[in-house]
């Protein structure tokens, strides 16, 4: 499952790559923490200009300013659905913005086990980490969207307009949603 990941994590980056030398203003990729102020910019540019829906599977979520961001998009109208790992939302600092977003008119929150184990022994867990903006954008990588991610992990996030990618991982989304136990 690494190998896979990592691989596919390699295969956009070398698109990303391609994408810049061509000039394409569609696709955005970030080094964090290196480039942790135009990321974060990025992210809620995508979230302010979203007018429809916004699907958000991730691991954890403590951003503030992130989920700012998705509180007032719901608030204008934007029908908004998080899917939380079902052991980071028991965050014991009490950080993770599950709650807060949950009270939200427009907002949907849903909890996931990962997939149970062969010997029964214990689950996987929800580790994905990618945003589909009006069935169009799609955000993704290996970070969380907490202060760490940003400011001192090493990490990737990659922003694609790409609607084939979008429909695909919206499918995928679909599929962890019937997984899924609604929160509250």
């Known amino acids: 499952m690494k190998k896979l990941f990592s691989l596919f994590m390699v295969y956009f980056f070398l698109l990303s790559i391609s994408a810049f030398a061509k000039g394409s203003v569609n696709e955005n990729f970030f080094l964090l923490p290196n480039e942790n102020i135009n990321a974060l910019a990025a992210i809620n540019k995508k979230i ?44 014991k600092q009490g950080k993770s913005m599950l709650p807060y977003l949950a009270k939200y008119n427009n907002i949907i929150v849903y909890k996931l086990k990962g997939k149970r184990a062969k010997s029964k022994k214990y689950s996987g867990i929800m580790h994905m980490k990618m945003a589909v903006i009006d069935h169009k954008t799609v955000i993704f990588g290996s970070a969380n969207w907490t202060y760490s991610a940003f400011s001192n992990n090493y990490e990737l996030l990659y922003i694609t307009r790409n609607y084939a990618i979008a429909k695909k991982f919206e499918r995928y989304f679909d599929i962890l949603k019937k997984r899924a136990t609604r929160y509250r």
């Open 48 to 91: 302010d200009t979203a007018s429809s829906t916004i699907s958000i599977s991730i691991y954890s979520f403590t951003h503030k300013k992130i989920a700012k961001k998705l509180r007032n998009a719901a608030k204008r109208g934007v029908k908004i659905e998080i899917i939380f790992d079902a052991k980071s939302t028991k965050n």
